[in-house]
């Protein structure tokens, strides 16, 4: 949907107010960006955003991000409304976070995608899916799956600080604070510096 052009300035402000970590040239960038990806959707959403495919086409090609679980992941986070597509805002606020976040940012973000059905906690399960989707299993190996167990353990082993057999935010962040290598413990979510 074409706006106006102090509609887009309107809009242009507010994003670079709300998404404190872009400046107004790359908030307008970004606003560009969305409307190709717009175009490039079907026009079900009216011109209000685009899709999950679009979207993961663009963290694929942009930011090289592979793991499918991790991708819709994204999305749910990205889509706030939960609505089934991405707006401008969700767009550009999401960006912030992803490239340019702070430690706490980037660690409520990574905690949300990890806690795959969202009660606040990261279980063995979750644990477990994750990494089996973010390890390259060999053929030759016997029992991938047993690999994957031995990590959880090691993983609770290190970040589970409270010994109730689970992470919450709280486990998960001190232990990111003490390393902060295991901020993407569970799998790759965020792009590489480059």
């Known amino acids: 949907a074409a ?4 509609g887009r300035k309107v809009l242009v402000d507010s994003l670079t107010r709300s998404a404190k970590h872009f400046n107004k040239s790359e908030v ?8 190709t ?4 959707a079907s026009s079900q959403f009216a011109g209000a955003g685009f899709d999950r495919t679009v979207f993961r086409d ?6 090289g991000m592979t793991d499918d679980v991790v991708l819709d992941r994204v999305f749910s986070i990205f889509d706030r409304q939960n609505n089934g597509y991405i707006t401008v805002v969700d767009w550009v606020e999401g960006l912030a976070v992803l490239l340019r976040g702070t430690l706490e940012e980037k660690m409520k973000y990574c905690f949300a ?7 606040g906690y990261i279980s063995k399960e979750e644990m477990f899916q994750m990494l089996k989707n973010s390890l390259l ?6 029992e991938p799956d047993e690999g994957v167990k031995d990590l959880v353990e090691i993983a ?3 970040m589970d600080y409270d010994h109730d057999g689970k992470l919450s935010f709280t486990d998960f962040e001190q232990a990111v604070r003490d390393e902060n290598l295991l901020l993407e413990a569970f799998g790759p979510c965020l792009p590489d510096i480059k």
């Open 137 to 142: 299993i060999q053929p030759s190996d016997e």
């Open 113 to 119: 995608i990890y806690d795959l059905n969202g009660d």
């Open 28 to 35: 307008e960038c970004l606003v560009k960006l969305f409307d």
């Open 156 to 158: 609770l082993k290190k």
């Open 58 to 63: 663009t963290l694929y090609n942009a930011f």
């Open 3 to 6: 706006m106006s052009r102090k």
């Open 37 to 40: 990806l717009v175009a490039k």
